[in-house]
Protein backbone atom coordinates (compact mmCIF):
# COMPACT_ATOMS: atom_id res chain seq x y z
CA UNK A 1 0.00 0.00 0.00
CA UNK A 2 2.52 2.44 0.70
CA UNK A 3 3.44 2.06 -3.19
CA UNK A 4 0.51 3.24 -4.42
CA UNK A 5 0.68 6.49 -1.95
CA UNK A 6 4.08 7.10 -3.74
CA UNK A 7 2.83 6.85 -6.85
CA UNK A 8 -0.43 9.23 -6.15
CA UNK A 9 1.71 11.65 -4.48
CA UNK A 10 3.96 11.72 -8.47
CA UNK A 11 0.47 12.00 -10.29
CA UNK A 12 -0.28 14.80 -8.23
CA UNK A 13 3.23 16.57 -7.95
CA UNK A 14 2.19 19.31 -9.74
CA UNK A 15 -1.46 20.41 -9.58
CA UNK A 16 -3.46 22.94 -11.29
CA UNK A 17 -3.58 26.40 -9.75
CA UNK A 18 -7.43 26.29 -10.48
CA UNK A 19 -8.43 23.70 -8.66
CA UNK A 20 -8.74 22.84 -4.63
CA UNK A 21 -6.45 20.58 -2.57
CA UNK A 22 -9.20 17.92 -2.17
CA UNK A 23 -9.96 17.87 -6.09
CA UNK A 24 -6.26 17.52 -6.81
CA UNK A 25 -7.02 14.14 -4.14
CA UNK A 26 -9.87 13.53 -6.26
CA UNK A 27 -8.28 13.65 -9.66
CA UNK A 28 -5.38 11.30 -8.61
CA UNK A 29 -7.23 9.00 -6.89
CA UNK A 30 -9.81 8.95 -10.46
CA UNK A 31 -6.52 8.86 -12.71
CA UNK A 32 -5.24 5.70 -11.08
CA UNK A 33 -8.77 3.96 -11.52
CA UNK A 34 -8.98 4.90 -15.33
CA UNK A 35 -5.23 3.49 -15.87
CA UNK A 36 -5.68 0.31 -13.94
CA UNK A 37 -3.44 0.96 -11.73
CA UNK A 38 -6.20 0.89 -8.86
CA UNK A 39 -9.13 -2.06 -10.00
CA UNK A 40 -12.52 -3.25 -8.63
CA UNK A 41 -12.24 -4.08 -5.03
CA UNK A 42 -8.67 -2.97 -4.12
CA UNK A 43 -8.04 -1.10 -0.82
CA UNK A 44 -6.80 2.64 -1.22
CA UNK A 45 -4.26 3.92 0.99
CA UNK A 46 -5.18 4.63 4.50
CA UNK A 47 -6.24 8.53 5.11
CA UNK A 48 -2.74 8.97 7.07
CA UNK A 49 -0.81 7.51 4.26
CA UNK A 50 -2.18 9.37 1.75
CA UNK A 51 -2.18 12.78 3.85
CA UNK A 52 1.57 12.61 4.03
CA UNK A 53 2.77 11.40 0.88
CA UNK A 54 0.86 14.33 -0.70
CA UNK A 55 1.76 16.57 1.96
CA UNK A 56 -2.19 17.40 2.88
CA UNK A 57 -4.05 17.69 6.15
CA UNK A 58 -6.17 14.47 7.10
CA UNK A 59 -9.45 16.62 6.97
CA UNK A 60 -8.44 17.56 3.14
CA UNK A 61 -8.41 13.72 2.31
CA UNK A 62 -10.99 12.61 4.41
CA UNK A 63 -12.92 14.91 2.32
CA UNK A 64 -11.83 14.07 -0.76
CA UNK A 65 -12.97 10.47 -0.13
CA UNK A 66 -16.10 11.47 1.22
CA UNK A 67 -16.74 13.28 -2.13
CA UNK A 68 -15.96 10.21 -4.62
CA UNK A 69 -17.89 7.93 -2.50
CA UNK A 70 -20.92 9.95 -2.61
CA UNK A 71 -20.20 10.20 -6.97
CA UNK A 72 -19.79 6.56 -6.33
CA UNK A 73 -16.36 6.03 -7.47
CA UNK A 74 -15.41 4.51 -4.28
CA UNK A 75 -16.89 2.70 -1.41
CA UNK A 76 -16.38 3.09 2.45
CA UNK A 77 -16.62 -0.12 4.37
CA UNK A 78 -16.30 1.12 8.41
CA UNK A 79 -13.92 -0.01 10.19
CA UNK A 80 -11.99 -1.61 7.32
CA UNK A 81 -11.32 1.56 4.64
CA UNK A 82 -12.22 2.52 1.81
CA UNK A 83 -11.95 0.73 -1.47
CA UNK A 84 -12.69 0.83 -5.27
CA UNK A 85 -16.20 0.32 -6.12
CA UNK A 86 -17.23 -2.57 -8.27
CA UNK A 87 -18.06 -0.79 -11.25
CA UNK A 88 -14.71 -0.29 -13.68
CA UNK A 89 -14.37 2.70 -14.78
CA UNK A 90 -13.52 2.89 -18.43
CA UNK A 91 -10.10 2.83 -19.81
CA UNK A 92 -8.20 6.39 -20.33
CA UNK A 93 -5.20 6.29 -22.34
CA UNK A 94 -4.59 9.93 -21.57
CA UNK A 95 -4.38 8.94 -18.11
CA UNK A 96 -1.57 6.16 -18.29
CA UNK A 97 1.98 7.80 -18.54
CA UNK A 98 2.36 11.33 -18.24
CA UNK A 99 -0.31 13.50 -19.34
CA UNK A 100 0.15 15.62 -22.54
CA UNK A 101 -1.11 18.46 -24.28
CA UNK A 102 -4.30 16.40 -25.55
CA UNK A 103 -4.07 19.22 -28.22
CA UNK A 104 -1.10 17.81 -30.07
CA UNK A 105 -0.24 14.80 -28.23
CA UNK A 106 0.10 11.51 -31.02
CA UNK A 107 -3.97 10.75 -30.37
CA UNK A 108 -4.49 14.60 -31.32
CA UNK A 109 -2.47 14.26 -34.48
CA UNK A 110 -3.43 11.18 -35.74
CA UNK A 111 -7.17 11.76 -35.55
CA UNK A 112 -6.78 14.95 -37.47
CA UNK A 113 -4.35 13.41 -40.43
CA UNK A 114 -8.07 10.45 -40.41
CA UNK A 115 -10.61 13.06 -39.83
CA UNK A 116 -9.80 15.81 -41.97
CA UNK A 117 -11.84 16.83 -44.71
CA UNK A 118 -10.54 17.04 -48.60
CA UNK A 119 -9.24 20.76 -48.58
CA UNK A 120 -7.34 19.96 -45.71
CA UNK A 121 -3.39 19.69 -46.13
CA UNK A 122 -1.57 17.07 -44.03
CA UNK A 123 1.74 17.69 -44.10
CA UNK A 124 2.23 16.04 -40.94
CA UNK A 125 0.65 12.70 -41.78
CA UNK A 126 2.14 9.29 -42.04
CA UNK A 127 0.96 8.16 -45.35
CA UNK A 128 0.91 9.51 -49.06
CA UNK A 129 -1.67 11.25 -51.13
CA UNK A 130 -4.28 8.72 -52.87
CA UNK A 131 -2.93 9.94 -56.32
CA UNK A 132 0.71 8.61 -55.52
CA UNK A 133 -0.42 5.29 -54.71
CA UNK A 134 -1.46 2.59 -57.95
CA UNK A 135 -5.15 2.57 -58.12
CA UNK A 136 -5.61 1.22 -61.29
CA UNK A 137 -3.86 -2.09 -60.12
CA UNK A 138 -5.77 -1.50 -57.03
CA UNK A 139 -9.23 -1.79 -59.39
CA UNK A 140 -7.68 -4.52 -61.54
CA UNK A 141 -6.98 -6.82 -58.12
CA UNK A 142 -10.54 -6.02 -56.89
CA UNK A 143 -12.19 -7.11 -60.31
CA UNK A 144 -9.81 -10.46 -59.98
CA UNK A 145 -11.41 -10.78 -56.59
CA UNK A 146 -14.44 -10.15 -57.42
CA UNK A 147 -14.11 -13.56 -59.75
CA UNK A 148 -12.70 -15.60 -56.56
CA UNK A 149 -14.52 -18.24 -55.09
CA UNK A 150 -16.91 -17.39 -52.73
CA UNK A 151 -15.26 -18.40 -49.76
CA UNK A 152 -12.32 -16.13 -50.40
CA UNK A 153 -15.14 -13.74 -49.78
CA UNK A 154 -17.57 -14.80 -47.37
CA UNK A 155 -15.44 -16.96 -45.01
CA UNK A 156 -13.05 -16.52 -42.05
CA UNK A 157 -9.29 -16.86 -43.25
CA UNK A 158 -7.06 -18.94 -41.55
CA UNK A 159 -5.40 -17.68 -38.28
CA UNK A 160 -2.07 -17.46 -39.64
CA UNK A 161 -3.22 -16.07 -42.73
CA UNK A 162 -3.23 -16.51 -46.61
CA UNK A 163 -0.88 -18.93 -47.62
CA UNK A 164 0.26 -17.43 -51.27
CA UNK A 165 0.74 -14.00 -49.28
CA UNK A 166 2.87 -15.66 -46.92
CA UNK A 167 5.16 -17.41 -49.33
CA UNK A 168 5.93 -14.14 -51.66
CA UNK A 169 5.88 -12.32 -48.06
CA UNK A 170 8.85 -14.84 -47.44
CA UNK A 171 10.25 -14.36 -50.57
CA UNK A 172 10.96 -10.80 -50.46
CA UNK A 173 12.52 -11.10 -47.39
CA UNK A 174 14.69 -13.78 -48.83
CA UNK A 175 15.58 -10.55 -51.09
CA UNK A 176 16.76 -8.55 -48.44
CA UNK A 177 19.19 -11.14 -46.69
CA UNK A 178 16.44 -12.67 -44.50
CA UNK A 179 15.92 -16.74 -43.99
CA UNK A 180 12.17 -17.22 -43.02
CA UNK A 181 9.83 -19.30 -44.13
CA UNK A 182 6.22 -19.16 -45.02
CA UNK A 183 5.47 -21.29 -41.71
CA UNK A 184 7.42 -18.14 -39.10
CA UNK A 185 4.82 -15.50 -41.26
CA UNK A 186 1.81 -14.35 -39.26
CA UNK A 187 -0.16 -11.87 -41.33
CA UNK A 188 -2.45 -9.37 -39.42
CA UNK A 189 -4.83 -6.73 -40.07
CA UNK A 190 -2.27 -4.35 -40.18
CA UNK A 191 1.46 -2.75 -39.24
CA UNK A 192 0.06 -1.38 -36.11
CA UNK A 193 -1.62 -4.75 -34.79
CA UNK A 194 1.23 -6.55 -35.72
CA UNK A 195 2.88 -4.75 -33.36
CA UNK A 196 0.39 -4.83 -30.49
CA UNK A 197 0.19 -8.75 -30.93
CA UNK A 198 4.24 -8.74 -30.17
CA UNK A 199 3.68 -6.59 -27.33
CA UNK A 200 0.96 -9.18 -25.80
CA UNK A 201 2.94 -12.50 -26.62
CA UNK A 202 6.32 -10.59 -24.93
CA UNK A 203 5.29 -8.17 -22.28
CA UNK A 204 3.95 -7.85 -18.97
CA UNK A 205 2.54 -4.86 -17.97
CA UNK A 206 5.52 -2.67 -15.93
CA UNK A 207 8.18 -4.73 -18.21
CA UNK A 208 10.95 -2.11 -19.72
CA UNK A 209 10.97 -1.06 -23.58
CA UNK A 210 13.44 0.70 -25.86
CA UNK A 211 12.59 2.95 -28.51
CA UNK A 212 14.31 5.29 -30.21
CA UNK A 213 14.00 9.08 -29.25
CA UNK A 214 12.21 10.66 -31.66
CA UNK A 215 10.19 7.87 -32.70
CA UNK A 216 7.15 6.79 -34.50
CA UNK A 217 4.53 7.91 -32.29
CA UNK A 218 2.40 4.90 -32.40
CA UNK A 219 5.23 2.86 -30.70
CA UNK A 220 4.37 5.47 -27.48
CA UNK A 221 0.56 5.06 -27.91
CA UNK A 222 0.59 1.49 -28.28
CA UNK A 223 3.18 0.75 -25.50
CA UNK A 224 0.99 2.94 -23.61
CA UNK A 225 -1.85 1.04 -23.73
CA UNK A 226 0.26 -2.35 -22.84
CA UNK A 227 1.49 -0.52 -19.74
CA UNK A 228 5.05 -0.73 -20.62
CA UNK A 229 7.95 1.31 -19.22
CA UNK A 230 9.68 3.56 -22.16
CA UNK A 231 13.01 4.46 -22.11
CA UNK A 232 14.12 6.40 -25.19
CA UNK A 233 17.41 6.42 -26.98
CA UNK A 234 19.09 9.33 -28.75
CA UNK A 235 18.66 8.63 -32.62
CA UNK A 236 21.79 9.66 -34.28
CA UNK A 237 22.22 9.60 -38.40
CA UNK A 238 23.60 5.95 -38.13
CA UNK A 239 21.13 4.46 -35.76
CA UNK A 240 20.58 4.47 -31.62
CA UNK A 241 23.13 6.29 -29.86
CA UNK A 242 25.31 2.61 -28.83
CA UNK A 243 26.45 3.85 -25.65
CA UNK A 244 23.12 5.29 -24.38
CA UNK A 245 21.39 1.68 -25.59
CA UNK A 246 24.19 0.02 -23.49
CA UNK A 247 23.27 2.06 -20.34
CA UNK A 248 19.65 1.76 -20.79
CA UNK A 249 20.38 -2.31 -21.02
CA UNK A 250 22.25 -2.08 -17.78
CA UNK A 251 20.15 0.69 -16.07
CA UNK A 252 16.29 -0.88 -16.97
CA UNK A 253 16.95 -4.66 -18.10
CA UNK A 254 14.32 -4.17 -20.89
CA UNK A 255 12.41 -6.87 -22.07
CA UNK A 256 12.28 -4.86 -25.90
CA UNK A 257 13.58 -2.38 -28.21
CA UNK A 258 11.23 -1.30 -30.76
CA UNK A 259 12.68 0.28 -33.71
CA UNK A 260 12.10 0.86 -37.75
CA UNK A 261 14.01 -1.08 -40.09
CA UNK A 262 15.17 0.82 -43.57
CA UNK A 263 14.19 4.20 -43.33
CA UNK A 264 13.16 5.75 -39.67
CA UNK A 265 10.85 7.42 -38.70
CA UNK A 266 10.58 10.27 -38.05
CA UNK A 267 14.24 11.31 -38.51
CA UNK A 268 14.90 9.35 -42.03
CA UNK A 269 18.24 8.58 -40.74
CA UNK A 270 19.91 4.83 -42.04
CA UNK A 271 20.96 1.95 -39.78
CA UNK A 272 25.22 1.46 -40.65
CA UNK A 273 26.44 -2.02 -40.89
CA UNK A 274 28.79 -1.23 -37.78
CA UNK A 275 25.81 -0.02 -35.29
CA UNK A 276 23.50 -2.71 -36.31
CA UNK A 277 26.37 -5.50 -35.30
CA UNK A 278 27.00 -3.59 -31.88
CA UNK A 279 23.37 -3.36 -31.36
CA UNK A 280 22.80 -7.30 -31.46
CA UNK A 281 25.60 -8.08 -29.59
CA UNK A 282 24.49 -6.27 -26.47
CA UNK A 283 20.90 -7.60 -27.06
CA UNK A 284 22.73 -11.01 -27.47
CA UNK A 285 24.15 -10.13 -23.97
CA UNK A 286 21.29 -8.88 -22.54
CA UNK A 287 18.89 -11.63 -23.94
CA UNK A 288 17.15 -8.44 -25.69
CA UNK A 289 13.91 -9.44 -28.24
CA UNK A 290 14.34 -6.39 -30.50
CA UNK A 291 11.27 -5.49 -33.07
CA UNK A 292 12.05 -4.40 -36.47
CA UNK A 293 8.82 -2.18 -38.19
CA UNK A 294 9.81 -2.38 -41.78
CA UNK A 295 6.93 -0.77 -43.13
CA UNK A 296 9.20 1.58 -45.43
CA UNK A 297 11.34 -0.89 -47.23
CA UNK A 298 10.05 -0.32 -50.55
CA UNK A 299 10.92 3.11 -50.51
CA UNK A 300 14.73 2.06 -50.25
CA UNK A 301 17.18 3.37 -53.03
CA UNK A 302 19.95 1.15 -51.56
CA UNK A 303 18.50 -1.52 -49.16
CA UNK A 304 20.25 -0.43 -45.60
CA UNK A 305 21.46 -3.36 -42.66
CA UNK A 306 18.47 -5.51 -41.97
CA UNK A 307 18.90 -6.84 -37.64
CA UNK A 308 17.20 -9.51 -38.83
CA UNK A 309 19.35 -10.84 -41.79
CA UNK A 310 22.38 -10.65 -39.47
CA UNK A 311 20.39 -11.84 -36.59
CA UNK A 312 18.99 -14.80 -38.06
CA UNK A 313 15.37 -14.45 -36.99
CA UNK A 314 16.31 -15.56 -33.34
CA UNK A 315 16.47 -12.31 -31.05
CA UNK A 316 14.53 -10.58 -33.86
CA UNK A 317 11.02 -10.45 -34.90
CA UNK A 318 9.68 -8.11 -37.98
CA UNK A 319 6.75 -6.43 -38.50
CA UNK A 320 4.82 -4.74 -42.19
CA UNK A 321 2.05 -3.68 -43.97
CA UNK A 322 1.67 -2.37 -47.12
CA UNK A 323 -0.22 0.89 -46.31
CA UNK A 324 2.83 3.22 -47.07
CA UNK A 325 3.14 2.05 -50.85
CA UNK A 326 -0.16 0.32 -52.15
CA UNK A 327 -3.10 1.11 -49.89
CA UNK A 328 -4.18 2.44 -46.28
CA UNK A 329 -7.52 0.82 -47.49
CA UNK A 330 -6.30 -2.45 -47.98
CA UNK A 331 -5.29 -3.39 -44.04
CA UNK A 332 -2.94 -6.53 -44.16
CA UNK A 333 0.75 -6.62 -42.09
CA UNK A 334 2.83 -9.02 -40.85
CA UNK A 335 4.81 -10.63 -37.99
CA UNK A 336 7.76 -12.36 -38.92
CA UNK A 337 9.10 -14.29 -35.59
CA UNK A 338 10.96 -17.36 -34.69
CA UNK A 339 9.21 -21.21 -35.26
CA UNK A 340 8.66 -21.67 -31.76
CA UNK A 341 6.97 -18.80 -31.37
CA UNK A 342 4.61 -18.51 -33.73
CA UNK A 343 1.71 -21.16 -31.83
CA UNK A 344 1.71 -18.52 -29.15
CA UNK A 345 1.43 -15.30 -31.50
CA UNK A 346 -1.90 -17.47 -33.32
CA UNK A 347 -3.23 -18.24 -30.10
CA UNK A 348 -3.14 -14.44 -29.35
CA UNK A 349 -4.75 -13.34 -32.57
CA UNK A 350 -7.34 -15.70 -32.73
CA UNK A 351 -7.97 -14.71 -29.17
CA UNK A 352 -7.88 -10.97 -30.24
CA UNK A 353 -8.97 -11.04 -34.22
CA UNK A 354 -10.32 -14.74 -34.37
CA UNK A 355 -9.16 -15.31 -38.45
CA UNK A 356 -7.61 -13.46 -41.13
CA UNK A 357 -9.25 -10.87 -43.40
CA UNK A 358 -9.26 -12.84 -46.84
CA UNK A 359 -10.32 -9.82 -49.11
CA UNK A 360 -7.93 -7.76 -48.22
CA UNK A 361 -5.38 -10.44 -48.52
CA UNK A 362 -6.37 -11.78 -51.49
CA UNK A 363 -6.29 -8.31 -52.72
CA UNK A 364 -3.02 -7.61 -51.69
CA UNK A 365 -1.86 -10.49 -53.51
CA UNK A 366 -3.07 -9.92 -56.39
CA UNK A 367 -1.65 -5.92 -56.89
CA UNK A 368 2.06 -7.65 -55.46
CA UNK A 369 1.87 -10.30 -58.31
CA UNK A 370 0.99 -8.11 -60.59
CA UNK A 371 4.21 -6.44 -62.58
CA UNK A 372 3.25 -2.63 -62.24
CA UNK A 373 3.74 -3.18 -58.63
CA UNK A 374 7.45 -3.18 -59.30
CA UNK A 375 7.28 -0.09 -62.02
CA UNK A 376 4.97 1.91 -59.05
CA UNK A 377 7.27 1.26 -56.07
CA UNK A 378 10.23 2.73 -58.81
CA UNK A 379 8.44 5.48 -60.20
CA UNK A 380 7.74 6.33 -56.71
CA UNK A 381 10.84 6.34 -55.16
CA UNK A 382 11.85 8.76 -58.02
CA UNK A 383 9.09 10.81 -57.44
CA UNK A 384 9.83 11.08 -53.60
CA UNK A 385 13.16 11.60 -53.97
CA UNK A 386 12.27 15.00 -56.03
CA UNK A 387 10.05 16.09 -53.63
CA UNK A 388 12.41 15.55 -50.71
CA UNK A 389 15.00 18.03 -52.55
CA UNK A 390 12.13 20.43 -53.38
CA UNK A 391 10.37 20.34 -49.77
CA UNK A 392 14.17 20.41 -47.99
CA UNK A 393 14.94 23.97 -50.32
CA UNK A 394 11.92 25.38 -49.48
CA UNK A 395 11.62 24.33 -46.26
CA UNK A 396 14.99 26.23 -45.70
CA UNK A 397 14.20 28.97 -47.10
CA UNK A 398 11.77 30.03 -44.56
CA UNK A 399 14.33 29.36 -41.93
CA UNK A 400 13.66 25.49 -41.12
CA UNK A 401 16.49 23.48 -41.21
CA UNK A 402 16.36 19.34 -41.97
CA UNK A 403 18.11 17.70 -39.14
CA UNK A 404 19.68 15.52 -42.26
CA UNK A 405 19.03 14.79 -45.81
CA UNK A 406 17.47 11.15 -45.92
CA UNK A 407 18.58 8.50 -48.19
CA UNK A 408 14.80 8.01 -49.33
CA UNK A 409 11.45 7.88 -47.67
CA UNK A 410 9.01 10.06 -47.29
CA UNK A 411 9.73 12.04 -44.38
CA UNK A 412 11.89 15.25 -43.22
CA UNK A 413 12.60 16.20 -39.44
CA UNK A 414 13.60 19.56 -39.02
CA UNK A 415 14.15 22.20 -36.26
CA UNK A 416 12.36 25.34 -36.24
CA UNK A 417 14.10 28.71 -36.42
CA UNK A 418 14.87 30.88 -33.00
CA UNK A 419 13.31 28.12 -30.25
CA UNK A 420 9.85 28.46 -31.84
CA UNK A 421 7.40 26.34 -30.11
CA UNK A 422 6.12 23.21 -32.38
CA UNK A 423 3.11 22.49 -30.74
CA UNK A 424 1.96 26.22 -30.75
CA UNK A 425 2.78 26.30 -34.53
CA UNK A 426 0.71 23.35 -34.82
CA UNK A 427 -2.01 24.64 -33.21
CA UNK A 428 -1.88 28.04 -35.09
CA UNK A 429 -1.54 25.60 -38.37
CA UNK A 430 -5.07 23.69 -37.58
CA UNK A 431 -6.78 27.11 -37.46
CA UNK A 432 -5.71 27.52 -41.07
CA UNK A 433 -6.67 23.86 -42.10
CA UNK A 434 -3.36 22.55 -42.15
CA UNK A 435 -1.93 19.52 -40.23
CA UNK A 436 1.46 19.14 -39.04
CA UNK A 437 3.09 17.30 -36.68
CA UNK A 438 4.88 18.69 -33.31
CA UNK A 439 8.30 17.15 -32.65
CA UNK A 440 7.26 16.04 -28.98
CA UNK A 441 4.77 13.58 -29.84
CA UNK A 442 7.45 11.54 -31.26
CA UNK A 443 9.82 12.15 -28.42
CA UNK A 444 9.94 9.75 -24.98
CA UNK A 445 12.02 12.92 -23.11
CA UNK A 446 10.00 15.61 -24.44
CA UNK A 447 13.06 17.12 -25.77
CA UNK A 448 11.74 17.76 -29.19
CA UNK A 449 9.49 20.97 -29.04
CA UNK A 450 11.39 22.70 -31.56
CA UNK A 451 11.11 20.27 -34.38
CA UNK A 452 8.55 19.03 -36.33
CA UNK A 453 7.90 16.17 -38.99
CA UNK A 454 7.40 16.85 -42.29
CA UNK A 455 5.93 14.43 -45.41
CA UNK A 456 7.57 15.87 -48.14
CA UNK A 457 4.57 14.05 -50.96
CA UNK A 458 1.97 15.94 -48.59
CA UNK A 459 3.95 19.57 -48.25
CA UNK A 460 4.40 20.70 -51.68
CA UNK A 461 1.15 22.95 -51.50
CA UNK A 462 1.92 26.93 -51.80
CA UNK A 463 -0.60 27.68 -48.96
CA UNK A 464 1.78 25.75 -46.28
CA UNK A 465 4.68 27.82 -47.08
CA UNK A 466 2.76 30.75 -46.98
CA UNK A 467 1.37 29.74 -43.53
CA UNK A 468 5.19 28.75 -42.13
CA UNK A 469 6.46 32.31 -43.84
CA UNK A 470 3.66 34.56 -41.93
CA UNK A 471 3.96 32.43 -38.56
CA UNK A 472 7.64 32.99 -38.52
CA UNK A 473 7.50 36.12 -39.86
CA UNK A 474 5.14 36.90 -36.93
CA UNK A 475 7.59 35.47 -34.25
CA UNK A 476 10.43 37.42 -35.62
CA UNK A 477 8.56 40.04 -35.20
CA UNK A 478 7.43 39.52 -31.64
CA UNK A 479 11.15 39.30 -30.71
CA UNK A 480 12.39 41.74 -31.98
CA UNK A 481 9.46 44.55 -29.99
CA UNK A 482 10.41 42.46 -27.30
CA UNK A 483 14.37 43.36 -27.20
Known amino acids: MPDQA????????????????????????????????????????SIRALAA??????????????????????????????????????????????????????FWVSRQSLQAHDAMLKP???WLPP??????????????????????LTDYGPPQGLPALRQLLARRMADRGIEASAEQIVLTDSGTQAIDLVCRFLIEPGDTVLVDD??????????????????????????????????????????????????HNPTGATLSPVTAHRLLKLADEARLTIVEDEVFADLEMVAAPRLAAFDGMQRVVQVGSFSKTLSAA?????????????????????????????????????????GSYRKHVEALRIRLARAMVEVSSRLKAVGIRPWLQPQAGIFLWCQLPDGMDAAALSQAALAQD?????????????????????????????RLFVFLRQAI???????????
Open 131 to 152: DWLPQQALRRGLRTLARARDSS
Open 124 to 126: GCG
Open 473 to 483: GSQGRDQQEIT
Open 53 to 106: SMQLSTSTVVEAYERLVAEGVIRSRPGSGFFVAGQLAPLSMAEIGPRLDRAVDP
Open 214 to 263: PCYFNFLAVLRAHRAQVVGIPQTPTGPDVEQFARAIAEHSPRLYLTNAAI
Open 434 to 462: IVLAPGNVFSPSQSANDFMRFNVAQSLDD
Open 330 to 370: ARVGYVAARRDWVDGLLDLKIATSFGSGQVSSELVLNVLKD
Open 6 to 45: LQLKADSATPRQSVTRIADVMHAIRGRIAARSLTPGEKLP
